[in-house]
């Protein structure tokens, strides 16, 4: 495997790529599924699941170290900061979690490697590709396993490239408009049997992925990836992201803002409205909830402080200088951030007083609830063994989501 050729292969030879998406993951039948459900070896406990798991994803990172990727580009809201996050939470959650071991294992290694395409084709090309980020990450899956098995049975195999192709949890075909005017509909990956069920495993990786999609971080890594016009989605259709336009504050329902695009605030309040009466949350339960709510709190307080901008308890300069530091150091790695942050920081100071104002008011709480994320993290995770949080090449997980820096010093009450 050599990365560089795997990129290439994502981005010039998309209908080849398609091609192998759809014969071996995107036309698995229910029949299919069952089986591969089925097939996995009994007697296997919890703790188990998850050292194969957390063995399973330091064996993919490294095979892919080995061929060349560095981990250090692409979407700056979708890089090392969001993988490290993601499998934080996955052996946090799962270490709670009363769940199958089988559902485990497969929840835990798709829901800490669900976006890993991010780092070799852009994130916000959707809407004209065949082959998403979703497809992108399970198709280098498919190349690692080709040539070791990462101590996983083939079955366990499919069922992580399987669920990492669901996790962007479309409700609807994509309509995918290619070459001279031809189209393309996705239809949504299979979730749940005939008889209602869900396939756990698929959802499980969904979980992982939304507890970054709300809280602190999220809101952070949103806002490291709004500096060039992209498009991204509303839940029902892909709408136009520009700095200024999405950075007014406000906060209106779908009806009342018609055909204006959703600003940050929306978004935000959009991800942190996904509970058990949603479409994406209608199996949430049990310790997720628990975990999910405490990242929809958080949310919702930030939200809450944008909207009701007082005076800052520290200066607002200050409270822009912790900003950038927290960005830089601690959402994402630097040499993904740095550039992008100087850029935002200039059109931070280009919009209206007002808007910097209320602004202001909600980065210092993105930091403040971060401290609480990690306060709860703490006491959750702190026991658990040290070894399960180490990743090569990234090296110890928990150092990084650490608070640490210049912006814990300006902001610590
Ligand atoms: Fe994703
Ligand atoms: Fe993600």
Known sequence: MNIETTRMRLLRRQSDCWERIEKNLHSLNHGSLIALDNDFPCGFSRQEAIETGTCAVAAIMDRLSRAGMFFNEGDPGHGRGHLIRDYVEAVWLFSALDARPADILIGLVAGALHDIGCFLIPRYAEEKRSVRHAEASALILEEVFSECNCGLTRSEQMMIEYAICAHTHYLKPAEIKFGNGRKRFIAPYLDTRLNGEPYWWVWYTRWVDRLDTNGPSFAARHYLTIGKPHLDFDGEDHFAVGYAQHMRPLLRSREERGNDPQTMLEHLAMFAATDENSP?????????????????????????????????????????????????????????????????????????????HAWTAGFLAIMDEYLDWYRVGQKDFGHLPHAWFNLPHFGDALAFIQPHGLWLDIVRP
């Open 280 to 356: 994406y949350g209608k199996h949430d339960r049990r310790e997720f909830i628990t975990l999910r709510d405490g990242q929809r709190n958080r949310s919702k307080r930030i939200v809450e402080a944008v909207e009701n901008a007082g005076m800052t308890r520290i200066p607002e300069a200050d409270v822009l200088c912790a900003w950038n530091d927290f960005l830089s150091f601690q959402i994402e790695h630097p040499e993904i951030a740095v550039p992008v942050v100087k850029q935002l920081f200039e059109q931070f100071s280009n919009l209206p007083p007002d808007v910097r």
